[in-house]
C-alpha cells in the first residue's frame, strides 16, 4: 500500500526477471501458486522488486516432516525514490503467517550489512536448493559479495550463537527434549565442524545430509542422525526424550571448541566491503527500477 502522498510509480511484475525456478515435484501446487500470488501482491503493493524468493527451513536444510511448514523467504530491492526520502521505511516485509505459508522478506541493504556483520542467514538464501523465484544475475553477484568479504571468523560465531541458543531453549529440560528440535542445534554443531575440518572456506553446505557426510561425524552420531531423518521424514510427531547421548556429546564437544576459536570475534567490516556492498545495492536498484522523478 502506497504511503501518504505516495505517487503510484511503475511497478515490477515478480516474475520479469525471474529465469530460475527448482521446486521438488512433492511440493503441492497449490501451496506454490498461493506463495506465487503473495510474492505477485508484495511487488504490486510495495512497488519493490523481488529478484530472490527461496524456501529456509528444514525443507531447504533436508530434514523435512510431513507437517513442515513452507518457509519462503525472500529478499526484496526498493525504488529509487524510496531511497530519496527522510522517512525511512522498514527493512524487512512480513506476511500473515496462515496455515502452513510463512512468507517474510529482508530489504537489501538490510541483508548485505547483515552478510558483512557476519549473519550467515543470508549465504544460506542464496544457496537454497528450492527456489520460488531467481535472477541468476542477482544471485551470482550477490554471492560473489559473500565469498570475497564473508569473513570465517564471524560466520563460526553465527553458528555458534544460534546453536547455543537452540541448545538453551529447547534442550533445558533433558529429559523430555522434542525430538525434532534436536536439529536446531545439531545443524549448527555440525557447521562448526565442517569449518574446523576446512580451515580454508567460511562457508559450509547448507544441505544437512551433505553437511554431516563432508563433517565425518562419529560412527554412532552418523547412525544415530541418519534414523533421525528418516523418522522424521515419516512421522509428524516424534515425542520428547533425552537427546542420545553421543549426540548430545557432539554437540558440546563442537560447542566448546568453537567457543574458544570464534568467541573473541568482532565485526569489522572493510572499506572494500562497503563499497562493493553499496556497488552492489545500487547496480540491483537500477537493474530493477530504474530511476524516474519521485
Known amino acids: 500500500m502506497l504511503g501518504p502522498g505516495e505517487s503510484q510509480g511503475p511497478s515490477f511484475d515478480v516474475t520479469l526477471h525471474a529465469t530460475l525456478r ?124 559473500a565469498m570475497r568479504f564473508a569473513r570465517r571468523g564471524l560466520i563460526g560465531r553465527h553458528y555458534l550463537h544460534l546453536g547455543e541458543r537452540q541448545r538453551r531453549v529447547y534442550f533445558a529440560d533433558g529429559a523430555h527434549v522434542p525430538q525434532k528440535k534436536i536439529f536446531y542445534a545439531l545443524r549448527p554443531a555440525s557447521t562448526l565442524r565442517w569449518l574446523r575440518l576446512h580451515p580454508e572456506a567460511a562457508i559450509a553446505p547448507m544441505h544437512f545430509p551433505t553437511l554431516m557426510a563432508e563433517c565425518d561425524p562419529p560412527s554412532d552420531v552418523a547412525e544415530l542422525v541418519s534414523d533421525l531423518v528418516a523418522r522424521k521424514a515419516i512421522t509428524r510427531e516424534l515425542g520428547s526424550q533425552a537427546v542420545p547421548a553421543p549426540i548430545a556429546a557432539f554437540i558440546d564437544q563442537e560447542f566448546a571448541l568453537a567457543r574458544a576459536e570464534y568467541e573473541t570475534q568482532g565485526p569489522i567490516v572493510s572499506d572494500a566491503a562497503k563499497h562493493e556492498a553499496e556497488m552492489f545495492l545500487r547496480q540491483a536498484t537500477l537493474k530493477y527500477h530504474g530511476a524516474w522523478p519521485g
Open 22 to 145: 527448482a521446486l521438488p515435484p512433492t511440493f503441492s501446487e497449490d501451496v506454490v501458486a498461493a506463495i506465487d500470488v503473495r510474492l505477485g501482491s508484495i511487488c504490486a503493493s510495495q512497488r519493490v522488486a523481488i529478484p530472490w524468493a527461496i524456501e529456509s527451513g528444514s525443507r531447504a536444510w533436508g530434514f523435512p516432516s510431513p507437517d513442515s511448514d513452507f518457509d519462503c523467504r525472500f529478499v526484496f530491492v526498493r525504488p529509487v525514490d524510496h531511497h530519496l526520502s527522510p522517512w525511512a521505511r522498514r527493512d524487512v516485509i512480513e506476511t500473515p503467517l496462515i496455515d502452513e505459508l510463512d512468507v517474510n522478506g529482508w530489504e537489501l541493504g538490510k541483508a548485505l550489512k547483515l552478510l558483512l556483520k557476519g549473519n550467515a542467514v543470508i549465504i544460506e538464501w542464496l544457496r537454497s536448493p528450492i527456489i520460488y523465484r531467481g535472477d541468476e544475475w542477482f544471485r551470482d553477484a550477490f554471492l560473489d559479495v
